[in-house]
Nanobody
Framework: VQLQASGGGLVQAGESLRLRCACSERTSRYMGWFRQAPGKEREFVAV????????YYADSVKGRFTISKDSAENTVYLQMNSLKPDDTAVYYC????????????????????WGQGTQVTVSS
């Protein structure tokens, strides 16, 4: 599975960005985003289930970020609104194993497939 992410950039606090991730084949059950801020561990952001479209968000982004999918294009989007300086990080597109269960959807170990990362910088 190859993942290609795009859409990062530099914005001011309160502004918006949309990330895009295209995958080469849709064999995963979940697809979405993790992020890593300088000096911190990678953390869960949001994922979506290909079948049915169930979504899961980190508490820190709930209400501000929206994940969506285009099944015909094997593409997932992350609309990020009301961005804060704390959202500054490298955002990684991820895809899960085919058999990942819901209780493991937020677990980094469920995601063996990672894209190259895209930088999001939010200035205050």
């Amino acid at each position: 599975v190859q993942l290609q992410a795009s859409g990062g950039g530099l914005v001011q606090a309160g502004e918006s960005l949309r990330l895009r991730c295209a995958c080469s084949e849709r064999t995963s059950r979940y697809m979405g985003w993790f992020r890593q801020a300088p000096g911190k561990e990678r953390e869960f952001v949001a994922v979506i289930k290909w079948s049915g479209g169930s979504t899961y968000y980190a508490d820190s982004v709930k209400g501000r970020f929206t994940i969506s999918k285009d099944s015909a294009e094997n593409t997932v989007y992350l609309q990020m609104n009301s961005l804060k300086p704390d959202d500054t990080a490298v955002y990684y597109c991820v895809a899960s194993r085919a058999g990942t269960i819901t209780s493991q959807a937020r677990n980094i170990d469920s995601y063996p497939y990672w894209g190259q990362g895209t930088q999001v910088t939010v200035s205050s």
